[in-house]
């Protein structure tokens, strides 16, 4: 205790002026170019919320997150950079015995200039995926389970760390 009689408090480095709408739009609308069986799933969490989740496509009905390493804190870095990330980030969920498969978050329809590789991780637990986010200093990562996607603020210079975004799936065609 201090002088005061009160508890010091925990020093913060980035006070948080809550997440730029924005970036927060571009994120709700990014396509996300999702594995399947038969062809790419394309999807975003901009969605309406009145969508039955039984009526998803499976694989959006599973417990799953999208990482990438890619860009950190919105810096962008040169490719060669970027890429070697991407494969540590890679590598370490392979250690941690997750099914990894490569997917791909674009802009818009796909062909604007914003195209970045990520990793769709299987049956990945909520806070293990925030730590990788943490870890890889994303700003937000993609998590859903039962048809529920959500952005999760993982990064403390975009927002309160934890802070949810809940979002509906769109499947686009």
């Known amino acids: 205790m201090g002088k005061s009689g009160l508890q010091p408090t925990a020093r913060q480095c980035?006070?948080?002026?809550?997440?730029?709408?924005?970036?927060?739009?571009?994120?709700?609308?990014?396509?996300?170019?999702?594995?399947?069986?038969?062809?790419?799933?394309?999807?975003?969490?901009?969605?309406?919320?009145?969508?039955?989740?039984?009526?998803?496509?499976?694989?959006?009905?599973k417990r799953f997150a999208l990482l990438t390493a890619y860009n950190p804190r919105s810096m962008l870095l040169p490719r060669r950079v970027n890429e070697g990330r991407h494969m540590m980030l890679?590598?370490?969920?392979?250690?941690?015995?997750?099914?990894?498969?490569?997917?791909?978050?674009?802009?818009?329809?796909?062909?604007?200039?914003?195209?970045?590789?990520?990793?769709?991780?299987?049956?990945?637990?909520?806070?293990?995926?925030?730590?990788?986010?943490?870890?890889?200093?994303?700003?937000?990562i993609v998590y859903a389970q039962n048809g529920r996607p959500e952005l999760i603020v993982t990064d403390p210079t975009a927002d309160d760390v934890g802070r949810t975004f809940p979002g509906n799936f769109r499947v686009r065609t």
């Open 14 to 61: 980035y006070p948080s002026l809550g997440m730029d709408q924005v970036l927060l739009r571009g994120y709700y609308s990014t396509v996300y170019e999702l594995p399947s069986r038969d062809a790419p799933l394309r999807v975003s969490l901009d969605g309406e919320n009145t969508v039955d989740p039984g009526t998803l496509p499976e694989l959006l009905t």
């Open 90 to 140: 890679r590598d370490l969920l392979i250690v941690g015995c997750y099914r990894v498969e490569p997917a791909l978050g674009s802009e818009g329809d796909g062909e604007g200039p914003f195209r970045e590789p990520v990793w769709l991780v299987h049956s990945m637990d909520r806070d293990e995926a925030m730590a990788f986010g943490r870890v890889f200093r994303q700003n937000t």
